[in-house]
Structures are given as C-alpha cells and as structure tokens.
C-alpha cells in the first residue's frame, strides 16, 4: 500500500521561529511535492523535487526553502515563521517517468501565532 | 503558465441526484486532466483522470468530458450518495514538460440525505 507521512498533524510555532516539516514516502517515488492548502485557494505549489538534492521553485516559493538528502525524505523549512503562513500544507509524492498521479500526506495543519 | 479556474465553490445536490463541476483551463498545450477527492480530514486521492485524446472517460458513477477547443473539463457524479460529500479538485499539466500540475481551487460537494 501506498503510503506518505508527514511528521506532523498540528503544530503551533510563534513568529520568527523556524520550522521544520518532515515528509516521508515508502514507494521509491522520484518526485516529490510541498503545497499548501488554503479555502478557496486550491492547492498552490510551494517547491518540488525530482530528484535527491534537486529542487525547483513552485508557485508561492516566498519565505519557504527545502531540503531532499535522501529519496525518501523532503523537508519543508520555514526560516522565520510568519502568520500569514499559517494554512495546511500538504506533502506529495509521485513515480515519474511518465506517470503523474500524485500520493499525498495527510497534512500538517501550522498555525503561527 | 497554466492557470485552472474550477466553479461552482460550493455546490448541494440531493442524494440520488447528479451533480457537475467544471474547470476552464488557459493553456491550450495542457494534455492531462486528473481529478481528486478529499473527504473531511483525509487527503486528496486521484478518483479519475482523462488525456486530450479522449473526450469522454467513465468510471462506475462517475465520468469526465472534455473539450479541447473550449478548453474546458468537467466532472460528472451520478445517483450521488452521501459518501460522495467531499471537496473535489481539478488540475491539468502538459505532460512531458518541466511544468507541475496545476490545481483549481476546489467544489466543495455535498450530498443531503
């Protein structure tokens, strides 16, 4: 079975801290995937990678890096935490190669206070 | 880039009813079309998808339709039951590009007993 977790389901950080979301995929997937999930907003691109130490900008990039040592491992980094950075956010992973269906995380709900 | 927009936002149909959702793409080039579901709590999984070189595509209750020269895809539900509330989200890419999928910004579907 598929599967991909994510380190946390809630966490609370106050502003200026910097926070770590963990991702982790068991399918030996070759991309992975950061959005965030806002109402109304969709899912919006945060960074991807297609491979270990490769990384490429999404849509909404701003105030987030990442980090891929490992294939199965993508980390999410918020250097100084903002409240509008507050949302859900929702890791991914897909096969590549042709194939585009993406496996997600269940989510990390952050709330910056 | 690509840009999907997905109507209606919120949308309540009676059980046994159908119900519809549409997205509009803006790049004409996009060539892949998936849609997924996201019950409360739980995260997005693929439920159908459909390539440009078919206009119709069905799965039990549910089916997509597509058209190229409107650049528009739509998602039907037939016989709706209860499990079908839930937010649904489009996306398209253009497959074999540098290019990620691009999501709408989500139906929220639900289904009265």
């Known amino acids: 079975d598929v599967k991909v977790t994510q380190s946390s389901r809630y966490l609370v950080k106050r502003t200026g801290e910097k926070v770590f979301l963990e991702c982790v995929q068991d399918m030996d997937h070759e991309n992975m995937f950061w959005y965030r999930q806002d109402p109304g907003l969709g899912l919006r691109l945060i960074y991807f990678s297609y491979d270990v130490k490769m990384k490429e900008k999404g849509d909404i990039p701003e105030g987030y890096s990442v980090s891929r040592e490992k294939k199965e491992r993508f980390s999410l980094i918020l250097e100084s935490a903002s409240t509008n950075q507050t949302s859900m956010y929702l890791c991914?992973?897909?096969f590549g190669s042709g194939s585009y269906e993406q496996y997600f995380g269940p989510g990390t709900r952050l709330t910056v206070t | 880039g690509e840009n999907v927009e997905q109507h209606p936002s919120t949308l309540s149909v009676q059980e046994g009813d159908s119900a519809v959702i549409k997205c509009t793409y803006s790049d004409s080039a996009s060539n892949y079309f998936p849609w997924y579901k996201q019950e409360l709590g739980k995260r997005p999984q693929l439920i159908i998808d459909i390539r440009s070189n078919v206009g119709e595509k069905k799965d039990q209750r549910i089916a997509v339709t597509l058209n190229k020269t409107a650049k528009h895809f739509s998602l039907h539900i037939t016989e709706t039951q209860p499990e079908d509330s839930a937010v649904y989200f489009c996306?398209?890419?253009?497959?074999?590009?540098?290019?990620?999928?691009?999501f709408g910004s989500g139906t929220q579907l639900t289904v009265l007993p």
């Open positions: 996306a398209a890419i253009l497959t074999g590009s540098a290019r990620q999928l691009t």
């Open positions: 991914a992973s897909s």
